[in-house]
Protein backbone atom coordinates (compact mmCIF):
# COMPACT_ATOMS: atom_id res chain seq x y z
CA UNK A 1 0.00 0.00 0.00
CA UNK A 2 1.58 3.39 -0.85
CA UNK A 3 -0.12 5.54 1.46
CA UNK A 4 -2.73 4.33 4.52
CA UNK A 5 -4.17 6.55 7.26
CA UNK A 6 -5.40 4.85 10.70
CA UNK A 7 -7.27 7.05 13.06
CA UNK A 8 -5.95 10.19 11.89
CA UNK A 9 -7.20 13.36 13.80
CA UNK A 10 -6.29 17.37 13.74
CA UNK A 11 -7.35 19.56 15.68
CA UNK A 12 -6.28 23.24 15.86
CA UNK A 13 -6.87 24.62 19.45
CA UNK A 14 -10.57 23.52 20.07
CA UNK A 15 -11.49 23.08 16.09
CA UNK A 16 -11.32 19.46 15.41
CA UNK A 17 -10.42 20.06 11.64
CA UNK A 18 -9.74 16.44 10.69
CA UNK A 19 -12.30 13.53 13.04
CA UNK A 20 -10.69 9.83 13.26
CA UNK A 21 -10.22 9.72 9.19
CA UNK A 22 -8.73 6.19 7.81
CA UNK A 23 -8.43 5.45 4.73
CA UNK A 24 -5.53 3.91 1.92
CA UNK A 25 -3.99 4.43 -1.29
CA UNK A 26 -2.95 1.78 -3.28
CA UNK A 27 0.46 2.07 -5.39
CA UNK A 28 -0.21 3.99 -8.50
CA UNK A 29 -3.65 4.94 -7.89
CA UNK A 30 -5.46 8.58 -8.56
CA UNK A 31 -7.74 9.19 -5.61
CA UNK A 32 -9.44 12.68 -5.40
CA UNK A 33 -10.24 14.25 -1.93
CA UNK A 34 -13.51 15.56 -2.47
CA UNK A 35 -16.05 17.84 -0.49
CA UNK A 36 -17.18 22.20 0.59
CA UNK A 37 -14.96 24.43 1.92
CA UNK A 38 -14.33 23.36 5.60
CA UNK A 39 -14.66 19.85 4.81
CA UNK A 40 -10.95 18.81 5.98
CA UNK A 41 -9.83 17.55 2.55
CA UNK A 42 -6.92 19.79 2.36
CA UNK A 43 -5.71 19.81 6.22
CA UNK A 44 -5.67 15.52 5.49
CA UNK A 45 -3.19 16.40 2.52
CA UNK A 46 -1.17 18.61 4.29
CA UNK A 47 -0.88 15.88 6.77
CA UNK A 48 0.65 13.35 4.10
CA UNK A 49 2.92 15.89 2.84
CA UNK A 50 4.09 16.78 6.41
CA UNK A 51 3.21 20.29 6.29
CA UNK A 52 0.73 19.24 9.31
CA UNK A 53 1.08 16.62 11.93
CA UNK A 54 -1.82 14.68 13.21
CA UNK A 55 -2.71 15.54 16.76
CA UNK A 56 -3.61 11.92 16.98
CA UNK A 57 -3.34 8.72 14.99
CA UNK A 58 -0.61 7.71 12.30
CA UNK A 59 0.01 8.61 8.39
CA UNK A 60 1.81 5.66 6.73
CA UNK A 61 3.49 6.07 3.61
CA UNK A 62 4.95 2.23 2.10
CA UNK A 63 5.18 1.21 5.06
CA UNK A 64 6.53 3.76 7.23
CA UNK A 65 5.25 5.63 9.78
CA UNK A 66 5.62 9.31 8.94
CA UNK A 67 4.60 11.29 11.76
CA UNK A 68 7.75 12.41 13.06
CA UNK A 69 9.05 12.91 9.55
CA UNK A 70 10.00 16.19 8.08
CA UNK A 71 8.64 17.07 4.77
CA UNK A 72 12.15 17.25 3.30
CA UNK A 73 12.95 13.60 4.02
CA UNK A 74 9.09 12.14 2.70
CA UNK A 75 9.89 12.13 -0.58
CA UNK A 76 6.82 13.24 -2.05
CA UNK A 77 5.71 16.40 -4.80
CA UNK A 78 3.92 18.89 -3.59
CA UNK A 79 1.68 21.60 -6.18
CA UNK A 80 -0.09 23.96 -5.31
CA UNK A 81 -3.18 25.91 -6.82
CA UNK A 82 -0.98 29.03 -7.09
CA UNK A 83 2.03 27.50 -8.53
CA UNK A 84 4.08 28.95 -6.45
CA UNK A 85 6.63 29.21 -9.30
CA UNK A 86 9.83 31.25 -9.02
CA UNK A 87 9.39 34.27 -11.01
CA UNK A 88 12.79 35.17 -11.32
CA UNK A 89 13.81 31.73 -13.08
CA UNK A 90 13.40 30.55 -16.13
CA UNK A 91 10.88 27.24 -16.93
CA UNK A 92 13.99 25.27 -16.81
CA UNK A 93 15.60 26.29 -13.84
CA UNK A 94 12.23 26.21 -11.97
CA UNK A 95 11.97 22.28 -12.73
CA UNK A 96 15.81 21.89 -11.98
CA UNK A 97 15.53 23.44 -8.80
CA UNK A 98 14.73 20.26 -6.69
CA UNK A 99 17.26 18.12 -8.55
CA UNK A 100 20.20 20.93 -7.52
CA UNK A 101 18.62 20.78 -3.96
CA UNK A 102 19.55 17.24 -3.73
CA UNK A 103 22.72 17.40 -5.57
CA UNK A 104 22.07 15.30 -8.15
CA UNK A 105 24.78 15.15 -11.43
CA UNK A 106 24.51 18.20 -14.14
CA UNK A 107 24.45 15.81 -16.80
CA UNK A 108 21.31 13.97 -15.18
CA UNK A 109 20.15 17.07 -14.76
CA UNK A 110 20.21 18.22 -18.11
CA UNK A 111 18.58 15.05 -18.96
CA UNK A 112 15.78 15.03 -16.99
CA UNK A 113 15.10 18.54 -17.44
CA UNK A 114 14.75 17.75 -21.48
CA UNK A 115 12.74 14.83 -20.76
CA UNK A 116 10.27 16.55 -18.62
CA UNK A 117 9.83 19.59 -21.15
CA UNK A 118 9.11 16.93 -23.86
CA UNK A 119 6.83 15.06 -21.62
CA UNK A 120 4.98 17.86 -20.38
CA UNK A 121 4.49 19.35 -23.58
CA UNK A 122 6.94 22.56 -23.19
CA UNK A 123 9.53 21.79 -25.74
CA UNK A 124 11.09 25.29 -26.75
CA UNK A 125 9.75 26.95 -23.61
CA UNK A 126 12.66 25.97 -21.20
CA UNK A 127 14.13 29.54 -21.44
CA UNK A 128 10.93 31.77 -21.02
CA UNK A 129 10.15 33.08 -17.50
CA UNK A 130 6.84 32.31 -15.73
CA UNK A 131 4.79 35.47 -17.25
CA UNK A 132 5.53 34.95 -20.39
CA UNK A 133 3.32 31.34 -20.30
CA UNK A 134 -0.40 30.91 -19.88
CA UNK A 135 -2.30 29.49 -16.52
CA UNK A 136 -2.00 26.09 -18.20
CA UNK A 137 1.79 26.26 -18.88
CA UNK A 138 2.53 27.24 -15.69
CA UNK A 139 0.64 24.66 -13.86
CA UNK A 140 2.65 22.44 -15.96
CA UNK A 141 5.85 23.83 -14.81
CA UNK A 142 4.57 23.13 -11.37
CA UNK A 143 3.76 19.86 -11.44
CA UNK A 144 7.06 18.95 -13.67
CA UNK A 145 9.17 20.38 -11.17
CA UNK A 146 6.98 18.22 -8.39
CA UNK A 147 7.43 15.20 -10.25
CA UNK A 148 11.65 15.93 -11.15
CA UNK A 149 13.48 14.04 -8.41
CA UNK A 150 10.70 10.95 -9.06
CA UNK A 151 8.88 11.54 -5.81
CA UNK A 152 7.39 8.01 -4.48
CA UNK A 153 3.71 10.37 -3.98
CA UNK A 154 2.12 13.57 -5.94
CA UNK A 155 -0.04 15.79 -4.02
CA UNK A 156 -1.91 18.12 -5.97
CA UNK A 157 -4.07 20.99 -4.06
CA UNK A 158 -6.80 22.10 -6.26
CA UNK A 159 -4.49 21.77 -9.03
CA UNK A 160 -6.64 23.70 -11.76
CA UNK A 161 -8.30 25.97 -9.84
CA UNK A 162 -6.93 29.18 -10.79
CA UNK A 163 -7.30 28.60 -14.32
CA UNK A 164 -10.41 29.30 -16.90
CA UNK A 165 -12.78 26.42 -16.98
CA UNK A 166 -11.62 25.83 -20.86
CA UNK A 167 -7.97 25.53 -20.09
CA UNK A 168 -9.16 23.94 -16.34
CA UNK A 169 -10.91 21.35 -18.76
CA UNK A 170 -7.58 20.59 -20.78
CA UNK A 171 -5.42 19.96 -17.98
CA UNK A 172 -7.89 17.24 -16.60
CA UNK A 173 -7.44 15.09 -19.63
CA UNK A 174 -3.94 15.89 -19.78
CA UNK A 175 -3.63 15.04 -16.44
CA UNK A 176 -5.48 11.47 -16.73
CA UNK A 177 -2.93 11.22 -19.70
CA UNK A 178 0.15 11.61 -17.58
CA UNK A 179 -0.89 9.80 -14.80
CA UNK A 180 -1.99 6.57 -17.02
CA UNK A 181 1.68 7.02 -18.67
CA UNK A 182 3.75 7.47 -15.55
CA UNK A 183 1.63 5.45 -13.10
CA UNK A 184 2.71 7.63 -9.94
CA UNK A 185 0.97 7.54 -6.98
CA UNK A 186 -1.15 10.54 -6.50
CA UNK A 187 -3.47 12.50 -4.25
CA UNK A 188 -5.17 15.65 -5.11
CA UNK A 189 -7.59 17.79 -3.48
CA UNK A 190 -11.15 19.44 -5.48
CA UNK A 191 -13.97 20.50 -4.66
CA UNK A 192 -15.59 20.15 -8.12
CA UNK A 193 -17.54 16.99 -8.17
CA UNK A 194 -17.02 16.84 -12.24
CA UNK A 195 -13.41 16.98 -11.55
CA UNK A 196 -13.32 14.33 -9.51
CA UNK A 197 -15.62 11.86 -11.35
CA UNK A 198 -13.73 12.78 -14.62
CA UNK A 199 -9.88 12.29 -12.84
CA UNK A 200 -9.93 9.81 -10.24
CA UNK A 201 -9.91 6.26 -9.72
CA UNK A 202 -11.19 6.52 -6.21
CA UNK A 203 -13.34 9.65 -4.84
CA UNK A 204 -12.51 10.24 -0.62
CA UNK A 205 -15.67 12.29 0.48
CA UNK A 206 -14.85 14.64 3.56
CA UNK A 207 -17.83 16.97 5.45
CA UNK A 208 -17.29 18.89 8.48
CA UNK A 209 -14.05 16.78 9.06
CA UNK A 210 -15.32 13.47 8.81
CA UNK A 211 -14.79 11.09 5.95
CA UNK A 212 -18.48 10.37 4.37
CA UNK A 213 -17.98 7.72 1.96
CA UNK A 214 -14.72 5.98 -0.16
CA UNK A 215 -15.49 4.89 -3.66
CA UNK A 216 -15.25 4.53 -7.61
CA UNK A 217 -16.97 7.77 -9.33
CA UNK A 218 -19.90 5.15 -10.58
CA UNK A 219 -20.22 3.85 -6.60
CA UNK A 220 -20.44 7.46 -4.77
CA UNK A 221 -22.73 8.56 -7.17
CA UNK A 222 -24.82 5.39 -7.91
CA UNK A 223 -24.49 4.23 -4.35
CA UNK A 224 -24.50 7.05 -1.89
CA UNK A 225 -23.62 5.98 1.68
CA UNK A 226 -25.49 9.31 3.10
CA UNK A 227 -28.04 11.96 2.45
CA UNK A 228 -24.61 14.44 2.36
CA UNK A 229 -23.20 12.30 -0.59
CA UNK A 230 -26.20 11.56 -2.46
CA UNK A 231 -26.57 15.67 -2.58
CA UNK A 232 -23.10 16.27 -3.20
CA UNK A 233 -22.38 14.06 -5.97
CA UNK A 234 -24.45 14.95 -8.72
CA UNK A 235 -28.42 16.20 -8.49
CA UNK A 236 -30.64 13.83 -6.53
CA UNK A 237 -34.50 14.37 -5.61
CA UNK A 238 -34.38 13.66 -1.43
CA UNK A 239 -37.94 13.45 0.19
CA UNK A 240 -38.99 12.77 3.91
CA UNK A 241 -42.37 10.38 3.44
CA UNK A 242 -44.31 9.26 6.75
CA UNK A 243 -45.08 5.79 7.01
CA UNK A 244 -49.28 5.04 7.27
CA UNK A 245 -50.43 1.83 6.70
CA UNK A 246 -47.40 -0.07 5.44
CA UNK A 247 -46.35 3.04 2.58
CA UNK A 248 -44.41 5.92 2.82
CA UNK A 249 -46.06 8.93 1.84
CA UNK A 250 -45.40 12.65 0.99
CA UNK A 251 -48.39 14.02 -1.29
CA UNK A 252 -49.32 11.85 -3.73
CA UNK A 253 -46.15 10.44 -3.93
CA UNK A 254 -45.70 6.39 -2.15
CA UNK A 255 -42.88 3.73 -1.47
CA UNK A 256 -43.27 0.50 0.20
CA UNK A 257 -41.37 1.08 3.78
CA UNK A 258 -39.30 -2.11 4.16
CA UNK A 259 -40.17 -3.24 7.10
CA UNK A 260 -40.48 0.66 8.96
CA UNK A 261 -42.28 1.51 12.11
CA UNK A 262 -45.66 2.96 11.22
CA UNK A 263 -45.73 6.97 11.90
CA UNK A 264 -41.92 6.80 11.42
CA UNK A 265 -40.46 9.75 8.82
CA UNK A 266 -38.40 7.68 5.74
CA UNK A 267 -36.01 9.13 3.46
CA UNK A 268 -35.44 8.27 -0.17
CA UNK A 269 -33.58 9.38 -2.86
CA UNK A 270 -33.48 9.44 -6.75
CA UNK A 271 -31.23 10.61 -9.87
CA UNK A 272 -33.64 12.91 -12.20
CA UNK A 273 -32.44 10.50 -14.64
CA UNK A 274 -34.71 7.93 -13.46
CA UNK A 275 -37.82 10.49 -13.67
CA UNK A 276 -39.62 9.38 -16.68
CA UNK A 277 -41.87 11.51 -18.21
CA UNK A 278 -45.03 11.59 -21.29
CA UNK A 279 -46.47 14.56 -22.51
CA UNK A 280 -49.43 12.42 -21.94
CA UNK A 281 -51.24 13.63 -18.92
CA UNK A 282 -52.72 9.70 -18.42
CA UNK A 283 -49.59 7.50 -19.28
CA UNK A 284 -48.04 7.31 -15.83
CA UNK A 285 -49.16 7.21 -12.31
CA UNK A 286 -48.31 11.21 -10.78
CA UNK A 287 -49.48 14.40 -13.25
CA UNK A 288 -47.14 17.66 -12.84
CA UNK A 289 -47.25 20.40 -14.75
CA UNK A 290 -43.79 21.01 -16.87
CA UNK A 291 -42.40 24.40 -14.67
CA UNK A 292 -39.10 24.81 -15.46
CA UNK A 293 -36.92 24.19 -18.64
CA UNK A 294 -33.20 24.38 -18.31
CA UNK A 295 -30.88 24.01 -21.55
CA UNK A 296 -27.31 22.43 -20.77
CA UNK A 297 -26.76 21.60 -23.75
CA UNK A 298 -26.58 18.03 -25.11
CA UNK A 299 -29.02 17.75 -21.57
CA UNK A 300 -32.17 19.37 -20.42
CA UNK A 301 -32.70 19.61 -16.51
CA UNK A 302 -37.09 19.71 -16.22
CA UNK A 303 -38.66 20.89 -13.15
CA UNK A 304 -42.23 19.08 -12.84
CA UNK A 305 -44.32 20.39 -10.17
CA UNK A 306 -47.15 18.61 -8.55
CA UNK A 307 -50.57 19.63 -7.34
CA UNK A 308 -49.11 20.04 -3.96
CA UNK A 309 -46.46 22.31 -4.54
CA UNK A 310 -44.11 19.42 -4.22
CA UNK A 311 -41.07 19.83 -7.50
CA UNK A 312 -39.52 16.77 -8.84
CA UNK A 313 -36.20 16.85 -11.36
CA UNK A 314 -35.79 15.26 -14.12
CA UNK A 315 -33.37 15.25 -16.90
CA UNK A 316 -33.69 14.17 -20.13
CA UNK A 317 -31.44 14.59 -23.53
CA UNK A 318 -32.67 17.54 -26.30
CA UNK A 319 -33.55 14.53 -28.52
CA UNK A 320 -36.43 12.92 -26.03
CA UNK A 321 -37.12 15.98 -25.37
CA UNK A 322 -38.44 16.86 -29.34
CA UNK A 323 -39.51 12.75 -29.41
CA UNK A 324 -41.87 14.28 -26.69
CA UNK A 325 -42.75 17.07 -27.72
CA UNK A 326 -43.01 18.50 -24.08
CA UNK A 327 -44.05 22.21 -23.75
CA UNK A 328 -43.58 24.22 -20.66
CA UNK A 329 -46.24 24.68 -18.19
CA UNK A 330 -47.93 21.81 -20.27
CA UNK A 331 -49.34 18.93 -18.06
CA UNK A 332 -46.76 15.94 -18.23
CA UNK A 333 -47.55 12.43 -16.48
CA UNK A 334 -44.47 10.77 -14.62
CA UNK A 335 -43.48 7.60 -12.76
CA UNK A 336 -39.76 6.96 -10.89
CA UNK A 337 -38.21 4.17 -12.45
CA UNK A 338 -35.89 3.32 -9.25
CA UNK A 339 -35.25 4.50 -6.09
CA UNK A 340 -33.12 4.30 -2.99
CA UNK A 341 -33.63 4.63 1.08
CA UNK A 342 -31.42 7.06 2.45
CA UNK A 343 -29.75 7.36 5.86
CA UNK A 344 -30.49 10.04 8.18
CA UNK A 345 -28.86 12.23 10.14
CA UNK A 346 -26.85 9.93 12.58
CA UNK A 347 -28.26 6.85 11.03
CA UNK A 348 -26.61 3.63 9.69
CA UNK A 349 -28.37 1.68 7.13
CA UNK A 350 -27.59 -2.06 6.53
CA UNK A 351 -26.75 -2.47 2.31
CA UNK A 352 -29.54 -4.06 2.11
CA UNK A 353 -32.00 -1.54 3.42
CA UNK A 354 -30.03 0.83 1.29
CA UNK A 355 -30.09 -0.72 -1.85
CA UNK A 356 -31.91 0.14 -5.21
CA UNK A 357 -35.32 -0.62 -5.61
CA UNK A 358 -36.50 -0.45 -9.38
CA UNK A 359 -39.91 0.79 -10.18
CA UNK A 360 -41.20 -2.76 -10.37
CA UNK A 361 -40.53 -3.90 -6.78
CA UNK A 362 -43.12 -1.54 -5.75
CA UNK A 363 -45.61 -1.28 -8.99
CA UNK A 364 -48.04 -3.64 -7.58
CA UNK A 365 -48.49 -1.40 -4.16
CA UNK A 366 -49.14 1.80 -5.77
Not at 126 to 146: D, F
Not at 162 to 168: G, H, L
Not at 208 to 229: D, H, K, M, N
Amino acid sequence: MSIELKQVTKRFGDTTAVDRVSFTVAEGELVALLGPSGGGKTTVLRMIAGLEMPTSGDVIIRGQRMNDVPVQQRNIGFVFQSYALFKTMSVADNIMFGLKIKKWKKSDIATRVEELLELFGLQGLGRRYPHQLSGGQRQRVAIARALAPKPSVLLLDEPFGAVDAKIRQELRDWLVRLHDELSVTTVFVTHDQEEAMEVSNRIVIFSRGQLEQIGTPREVYEEPASEFVARFIGVMNVLDLTVRDGMARVGELNFPAHGVEEGRVMRIGFRPYSVQISANPGEHRYKAHLKHVYFLGVLLRLELEMADGLVIRSRITKEEFSRLRLEKDAGVSFQIREYRVLARDGEHLAPEVSAVYPVTSYAEGI
